[in-house]
């Protein structure tokens, strides 16, 4: 199973870092959209659907918190998970994260296994596969 990601942070090699370290872990990611703030991240919601955003808390325009409020405002957003990936390392600001709604939080550096642990306790056990990843999902029905 494949999944939408849209990972938000203002440094492009962070990014970068998140979506090598996803497919390491083993999700198959043939969709994976970036924005360096929340208002890109808005922008790009509004015209595809995201199995779930990574987000980063600082950032310019619109912050990881005010992105996560901002979902919350839509019916449709509102369902879509958020992990929130930052440097902001205290136990105070990670349960604002999940008081506003995140699904789960993890703190700047971080490895493969945290990031796949993660995401397994939000959207659930994945198996890679090759093929998904280049397009060609063998369903069996």
Known sequence: MSVNILSVDDSLPMRSIIQKDIRASGFGIPNFYQASNGNEAMKILKNQWMDIVITDYNMPDMNGLELIEEMKK?????TIPVLVISTEGSLQKAQE???????GYIKKPFTPEMIKQKL?????????????ENGNENLDF
Do not use: H, V
């Open 120 to 132: 397994t306790e939000i959207l659930g056990e994945m198996k890679y596969d090759e093929d998904t």
């Open 74 to 78: 839509d019916d449709i957003f509102k």
């Open 97 to 103: 994260f999940i008081d506003k709604g995140a699904a």
